[in-house]
């Protein structure tokens, strides 16, 4: 079989919009021009400073639970091969749970929930107050679905204008991931298509950046 793959993730770079009263990611080079002991050529090496919540991030339960797991600990199987099941909320701010459909599909699978925020992506209009958000209801449905993970094309899964998380509490105290900040959710199919979603294994961490890929097999191999 063949294989059509949709990036998720938004591109990471120096000085880049993240997340609002959050510093932006420096992207520096720790040793230039140096020469290999070992092998016959020059390299440099690059470090990244940055904070937890940059570009396309996970967020594990440790983000908002202390003894939860951290993004290191996560279990593979909410990250890997998982299929997904799209959510069409272009259009709408606060999305309800009437947009979910029959629970029994949900079951087991990575919710992705596609409001075409991510069309901002870089101006200052995507940091705003009215970015799309889940209502706490369904955070709830979600939960008693018994999905893999949750994840969504805006800045942020709750309502930011508010002081409470209902939907981060109700999710990651269950042990459901939340993923943030996708991007091309409208090129991935209602159904059909699978999720890999791995961050870098960084123990104590509650966020980090992940790259994050959907995938659909499709046609026969001549």
Known sequence: MS????????????????????PGPRV??????????????TYDIARVDMVGNTGTYIAAPNLFHADGADVAELPLERLLNVPIVMIRAAGIRAVGPDVLGDPARLWGKAVLVHTGWSSR????????????????????????????????????IDDTSLPTRA?????????????EQMTNLDLVPDTGARLVALPTPVRGMGSFPLRAVAWTDYGVDS
């Open 3 to 22: 294989k059509a793959m949709v990036e998720l993730s938004h591109q990471i770079s120096a000085g880049m919009l993240t997340y609002p009263g959050l």
């Open 28 to 41: 520096t080079t720790e040793s230039s021009g140096g020469q290999s002991p070992l092998i016959d050529m």
């Open 121 to 156: 992506w870089g101006s200052p209009a995507y940091r705003g107050p009215g970015h799309p958000f889940l209502v706490g209801e369904v955070a709830d449905a979600l939960v008693a679905a018994n999905v893999a993970l949750v994840g969504i094309d805006s800045l942020d």
């Open 167 to 179: 939907c981060h509490h109700a999710l990651l105290g269950a042990g459901i991931p939340i993923i």
